[in-house]
Protein backbone atom coordinates (compact mmCIF):
# COMPACT_ATOMS: atom_id res chain seq x y z
CA UNK A 1 0.00 0.00 0.00
CA UNK A 2 1.49 3.53 -0.68
CA UNK A 3 1.51 6.26 1.57
CA UNK A 4 -1.51 8.04 -0.77
CA UNK A 5 -3.65 4.74 -0.24
CA UNK A 6 -5.53 3.35 3.11
CA UNK A 7 -7.37 0.84 3.94
CA UNK A 8 -10.63 1.38 3.86
CA UNK A 9 -13.02 1.39 6.99
CA UNK A 10 -16.25 0.58 7.75
CA UNK A 11 -16.93 4.35 7.82
CA UNK A 12 -15.80 4.79 4.37
CA UNK A 13 -17.81 1.53 3.27
CA UNK A 14 -20.87 2.90 4.72
CA UNK A 15 -20.38 6.11 2.42
CA UNK A 16 -19.62 4.04 -0.69
CA UNK A 17 -22.91 2.17 -0.26
CA UNK A 18 -24.58 5.23 0.38
CA UNK A 19 -23.08 6.93 -2.28
CA UNK A 20 -21.68 9.83 -0.29
CA UNK A 21 -18.07 9.26 -0.42
CA UNK A 22 -15.96 12.23 -1.65
CA UNK A 23 -14.19 11.87 -5.17
CA UNK A 24 -10.84 12.14 -3.31
CA UNK A 25 -11.17 9.51 -0.97
CA UNK A 26 -12.31 6.98 -3.53
CA UNK A 27 -9.86 7.49 -5.83
CA UNK A 28 -6.99 7.36 -3.10
CA UNK A 29 -8.42 4.09 -1.81
CA UNK A 30 -5.96 1.22 -1.69
CA UNK A 31 -8.18 -1.57 -4.21
CA UNK A 32 -6.19 -4.55 -2.97
CA UNK A 33 -7.48 -4.04 1.15
CA UNK A 34 -9.09 -7.36 1.40
CA UNK A 35 -10.17 -6.54 4.74
CA UNK A 36 -12.90 -4.20 2.73
CA UNK A 37 -14.87 -7.04 1.82
CA UNK A 38 -15.18 -8.07 4.88
CA UNK A 39 -16.25 -4.75 6.02
CA UNK A 40 -18.62 -4.28 3.45
CA UNK A 41 -20.56 -7.40 3.78
CA UNK A 42 -20.52 -6.68 7.57
CA UNK A 43 -21.82 -3.14 7.14
CA UNK A 44 -24.47 -4.70 4.84
CA UNK A 45 -25.44 -7.60 7.84
CA UNK A 46 -26.17 -4.89 10.33
CA UNK A 47 -28.49 -3.07 7.24
CA UNK A 48 -31.09 -6.74 6.87
CA UNK A 49 -33.29 -7.04 9.54
CA UNK A 50 -32.49 -11.27 9.31
CA UNK A 51 -29.44 -12.96 10.44
CA UNK A 52 -28.21 -15.29 7.87
CA UNK A 53 -25.03 -14.83 7.17
CA UNK A 54 -24.97 -12.34 3.83
CA UNK A 55 -21.76 -13.98 1.35
CA UNK A 56 -22.53 -12.27 -1.62
CA UNK A 57 -24.41 -9.33 -2.74
CA UNK A 58 -26.16 -9.56 -6.11
CA UNK A 59 -27.77 -6.62 -6.47
CA UNK A 60 -29.43 -3.91 -4.40
CA UNK A 61 -32.29 -5.96 -2.35
CA UNK A 62 -31.10 -9.65 -3.24
CA UNK A 63 -28.22 -11.29 -1.33
CA UNK A 64 -26.65 -15.02 -1.63
CA UNK A 65 -26.65 -16.09 2.25
CA UNK A 66 -26.60 -19.47 4.68
CA UNK A 67 -29.94 -19.64 6.05
CA UNK A 68 -30.74 -21.57 8.65
CA UNK A 69 -30.85 -24.86 7.12
CA UNK A 70 -27.27 -24.43 6.22
CA UNK A 71 -28.01 -24.25 2.54
CA UNK A 72 -26.69 -21.60 0.39
CA UNK A 73 -29.44 -19.53 -1.06
CA UNK A 74 -30.60 -16.07 -2.55
CA UNK A 75 -32.62 -14.15 -0.44
CA UNK A 76 -34.52 -10.63 -1.35
CA UNK A 77 -33.90 -7.76 1.40
CA UNK A 78 -37.46 -8.56 3.02
CA UNK A 79 -36.33 -12.00 3.83
CA UNK A 80 -37.83 -13.99 0.81
CA UNK A 81 -35.72 -16.62 -0.67
CA UNK A 82 -35.62 -17.49 -3.67
CA UNK A 83 -33.86 -20.86 -3.73
CA UNK A 84 -30.62 -22.51 -4.05
CA UNK A 85 -28.38 -20.11 -5.52
CA UNK A 86 -26.97 -22.77 -8.33
CA UNK A 87 -30.78 -22.20 -9.74
CA UNK A 88 -31.64 -19.06 -11.76
CA UNK A 89 -33.01 -16.97 -8.94
CA UNK A 90 -35.31 -15.32 -11.59
CA UNK A 91 -37.18 -18.19 -12.21
CA UNK A 92 -38.69 -18.07 -8.89
CA UNK A 93 -39.71 -14.49 -9.47
CA UNK A 94 -42.63 -13.00 -10.52
CA UNK A 95 -42.48 -12.09 -13.81
CA UNK A 96 -44.18 -9.52 -16.62
CA UNK A 97 -43.18 -9.20 -19.80
CA UNK A 98 -43.35 -6.21 -22.22
CA UNK A 99 -43.96 -6.79 -25.79
CA UNK A 100 -46.39 -4.27 -26.84
CA UNK A 101 -44.63 -0.27 -28.09
CA UNK A 102 -47.51 0.43 -25.48
CA UNK A 103 -46.60 -1.45 -23.06
CA UNK A 104 -42.53 -0.56 -23.42
CA UNK A 105 -43.02 2.64 -24.20
CA UNK A 106 -44.40 3.15 -20.33
CA UNK A 107 -40.62 2.10 -18.93
CA UNK A 108 -38.18 3.87 -21.82
CA UNK A 109 -37.81 7.45 -22.76
CA UNK A 110 -37.15 9.25 -25.48
CA UNK A 111 -39.44 7.17 -27.97
CA UNK A 112 -36.34 6.23 -30.23
CA UNK A 113 -34.48 4.55 -27.48
CA UNK A 114 -37.80 2.15 -27.34
CA UNK A 115 -37.04 -1.42 -28.34
CA UNK A 116 -38.75 -2.61 -31.62
CA UNK A 117 -41.69 -4.82 -30.74
CA UNK A 118 -40.95 -8.77 -32.23
CA UNK A 119 -37.37 -8.02 -32.22
CA UNK A 120 -37.33 -7.67 -28.68
CA UNK A 121 -38.94 -7.76 -25.34
CA UNK A 122 -38.43 -6.43 -21.70
CA UNK A 123 -38.78 -8.85 -18.63
CA UNK A 124 -38.93 -7.41 -15.31
CA UNK A 125 -38.44 -10.29 -12.33
CA UNK A 126 -40.08 -9.27 -8.67
CA UNK A 127 -40.19 -10.28 -5.36
CA UNK A 128 -42.80 -12.27 -5.02
CA UNK A 129 -42.99 -11.41 -1.16
CA UNK A 130 -42.38 -7.73 -1.61
CA UNK A 131 -42.74 -6.57 -5.05
CA UNK A 132 -39.48 -5.25 -4.71
CA UNK A 133 -38.09 -5.16 -8.86
CA UNK A 134 -34.61 -7.75 -8.41
CA UNK A 135 -33.87 -7.51 -12.17
CA UNK A 136 -34.51 -6.27 -15.83
CA UNK A 137 -33.64 -7.86 -18.96
CA UNK A 138 -33.74 -6.73 -22.56
CA UNK A 139 -33.44 -9.45 -24.98
CA UNK A 140 -35.06 -11.15 -28.13
CA UNK A 141 -38.40 -12.99 -27.44
CA UNK A 142 -37.91 -16.86 -26.75
CA UNK A 143 -34.54 -15.91 -25.29
CA UNK A 144 -33.84 -18.07 -22.12
CA UNK A 145 -33.80 -15.81 -18.50
CA UNK A 146 -30.67 -15.17 -18.70
CA UNK A 147 -28.77 -16.16 -15.73
CA UNK A 148 -26.46 -13.35 -14.56
CA UNK A 149 -24.07 -14.54 -12.30
CA UNK A 150 -23.05 -17.80 -10.66
CA UNK A 151 -19.99 -17.19 -8.73
CA UNK A 152 -17.55 -19.63 -7.56
CA UNK A 153 -17.99 -18.46 -3.81
CA UNK A 154 -15.41 -21.54 -2.58
CA UNK A 155 -12.54 -20.05 -5.16
CA UNK A 156 -13.09 -16.79 -4.19
CA UNK A 157 -13.54 -16.98 -0.40
CA UNK A 158 -10.88 -19.48 -0.18
CA UNK A 159 -7.96 -18.65 -2.72
CA UNK A 160 -8.78 -15.05 -3.16
CA UNK A 161 -10.15 -14.21 0.36
CA UNK A 162 -7.89 -16.67 2.05
CA UNK A 163 -10.99 -17.57 4.35
CA UNK A 164 -12.48 -20.84 3.06
CA UNK A 165 -16.11 -21.52 4.01
CA UNK A 166 -16.73 -24.39 6.04
CA UNK A 167 -18.95 -26.06 3.72
CA UNK A 168 -17.54 -25.45 0.92
CA UNK A 169 -17.63 -28.42 -1.50
CA UNK A 170 -16.83 -29.30 -5.67
CA UNK A 171 -20.53 -29.03 -6.33
CA UNK A 172 -21.35 -25.44 -5.09
CA UNK A 173 -20.24 -24.30 -8.51
CA UNK A 174 -22.76 -25.99 -10.52
CA UNK A 175 -25.84 -24.35 -12.81
CA UNK A 176 -28.31 -26.61 -11.47
CA UNK A 177 -31.64 -24.21 -13.19
CA UNK A 178 -32.18 -26.96 -15.85
CA UNK A 179 -33.62 -28.80 -12.52
CA UNK A 180 -35.80 -25.97 -12.18
CA UNK A 181 -37.39 -26.28 -15.83
CA UNK A 182 -36.74 -30.39 -16.10
CA UNK A 183 -39.44 -29.90 -13.05
CA UNK A 184 -41.84 -27.63 -15.17
CA UNK A 185 -41.42 -29.70 -17.88
CA UNK A 186 -42.80 -32.68 -15.76
CA UNK A 187 -45.41 -31.15 -14.35
CA UNK A 188 -47.03 -30.58 -17.43
CA UNK A 189 -46.83 -33.94 -19.26
ZN1 LIG B 1 -38.66 -9.24 -1.23
Known amino acids: MSEAEFAVSKELIKQLIDGTIDAERLLKMDRKDKARFFNYIAVLQERVAWSDQ?????????????????????????????????????????????????????????????????????????CPSCASQLAVEVVAPGYPIVFEMLPDLDKFYGEYLGAPLPDSAPDWYEDQTHAVTRQWAEKSA
Request: hydrophobic content about 35%; proline content about 5%; glycine content about 6%.
Open 54 to 126: ILLRLGDKLYIVINDQRQRVAKCECGHELGDYRKNWKLACKIRTRRTIEEMSQVYDPAPAVPEPGWQEIREFF
